[in-house]
């Protein structure tokens, strides 16, 4: 799984089959809503409610863990 650009106000992710295996949250653990549209390489990623911060996303399927930055 990759996030691109980092940090982003709107960011790609590559290398994930479905969006429901995903789950963001902040670094109090606190679960965000989210956004995924599907691309051809991915998913782009929004939640322009939320501020700027360092957030993680999850796949629960892999286990893999990505740490971002939201400008």
């Known amino acids: 799984m990759t996030v691109t650009p980092n940090p982003f106000t709107t960011c790609q992710i590559t290398g994930v089959e479905n969006s429901k295996d995903l789950i963001i949250t902040d670094v109090l653990g606190r679960k965000l809503n989210s956004t995924f549209n599907k691309s051809e390489n991915g998913y782009y ?13 999850r796949n629960i399927k892999t286990g893999q863990v990505v740490k971002f930055v939201k400008e």
């Open 45 to 57: 990623l929004t939640f322009p409610e939320t501020s700027s911060g360092i957030f993680i996303i």
